[in-house]
């Protein structure tokens, strides 16, 4: 999986260097359209792209077999009979998945920057904003990018860590995450749904374009942490009040 997500900005990179960008629509610069002028923007249009279907996946596999995996094939029993108690063991599992998802997250941030800088010229970032920051600043930003998407998959893999406690067929709780994450998708790009968007977990995981303005958006992509806490902390209580009354047979 992470193969595949370090795969996607090379394509992206390699697509845009022979083929070139789009056209800036009604004169507004926008990611995509900077790339070939600035190679830090492929770190930033990669995520956008990644953070619709790909990341989300990868994370769902992950998270949704931590649980419902270990029971489908009987370890869960033997994790539960030394001593260690159900909370810490769920925790541990949260953890694992919180990892994976910094993981992934840098590593296409890397991958994007490294195919940016050898495809195409870099230099001060031009915000969508129409003001100029340093390159070492803009690297700093793509850290903040970095964190803000990583908390956005960590509050998807809380989804998926419930659902692994209501099943021991791990495909299960990996589909259904990916079909709520879908659906969310749908549901927010219905304009008479509009009113539903704030609610949607996948509605803020692209404001991490905050950090392209001048000054940082900090308002909504604070508001977008808040949301990204309140999923955490409501299915990660679904998750422990399960698992801690779940029978384990298997």
Request: neutral net charge.
């Amino acid at each position: 999986m992470l193969g595949v997500l370090v795969l996607v900005p090379v394509l992206l990179g390699v697509a845009l260097r022979t083929f070139g960008g789009p056209e800036a629509s009604d004169g507004a610069p926008g990611i995509f359209t900077q790339i070939t002028g600035n190679g830090l923007f492929l770190t930033f249009a990669a995520l956008s792209i990644l953070v619709q279907l790909l990341l989300p996946v990868s994370v769902a596999v992950v998270a949704g077999d931590s649980i419902a995996g270990e029971a489908g094939i009987g370890t869960l029993r033997y994790l539960l009979s030394v001593p260690v108690g159900r909370t810490r063991l769920l925790l541990v599992k949260y953890a694992n998945a919180v990892v994976f998802c910094l993981v992934a997250v840098t590593a296409v941030a890397l991958s994007s920057l490294l195919t940016g800088l050898l495809l195409f010229p870099a230099g001060p970032i031009t915000l969508l904003s129409g003001g100029t920051i340093p390159m070492a600043e803009g690297l700093l930003r793509i850290g903040l990018v970095v964190l803000y998407v990583t908390a956005g998959m960590a509050a998807l893999a809380a989804i998926s860590l419930a659902l692994s406690t209501l099943t021991e067929v791990a495909i299960g709780a990996i589909a259904t995450t990916v079909v709520l994450v879908i659906v969310a998708q749908v549901l927010g790009a219905v304009p008479q749904l509009a009113g539903l968007r704030p609610y949607l977990l996948s509605s803020w995981w692209n404001d991490f374009d905050g950090v392209l303005r001048d000054p940082v958006a900090t308002e909504v992509m604070g508001q977008g942490l808040l949301v990204f806490a309140a999923y955490t902390v409501i299915f990660g209580s679904i998750a422990w009040a399960r698992f801690n009354g779940k029978d384990i047979s298997g």
